[in-house]
């Protein structure tokens, strides 16, 4: 390993760092959630009080960032077709599909 010249260039930029793209609302309603689950989703993701409604479910977890969130909340879905990251109740704003018939696995982890 070569000496580094530069104070600046941290290992951190080696690791990979997930890129999450911003969510969207944009592929419209997903019949297999109720209007007020839809509304509740999309208001929470604008909360101010997010953080502390995380750390009051899940006080084991560590330093996460916002997208990170979201999704241990299940307040976001990501597409595993194209990506994208839609609302919970909200169908893909990609290729259309519901959150049940993208990842079938989720809703069974959901309805327990
Ligand atoms: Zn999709």
């Known amino acids: 390993m070569p000496p580094s010249n530069s104070d600046s260039e941290a290992p951190l930029t080696e690791?990979?760092?997930r890129q999450w793209g911003p969510?969207?609302?944009a592929g419209g309603p997903d019949p297999g959630f109720s209007d007020s689950e839809r509304h509740t989703h999309h208001w929470l993701l604008t909360?101010?009080?997010?953080?502390t409604c995380f750390r009051g479910r899940f006080s084991d977890h560590g330093d996460?960032?916002?997208?990170e969130m979201v999704r241990c909340l299940d307040?976001?879905?990501d597409c595993p077709h194209d990506?994208?990251?839609n609302v919970t109740g909200y169908c893909c704003a990609v290729c259309g599909r519901t959150r049940a018939a993208a990842v079938p696995h989720l809703s069974v982890a959901a309805s327990r």
Request: a negative charge.
């Open 15 to 17: 690791v990979a760092v």
């Open 23 to 25: 969510w969207t609302v």
């Open 47 to 51: 909360d101010p009080q997010l953080l």
């Open 64 to 67: 996460v960032d916002y997208d």
């Open 75 to 77: 307040y976001v879905w």
């Open 83 to 85: 990506a994208s990251a």
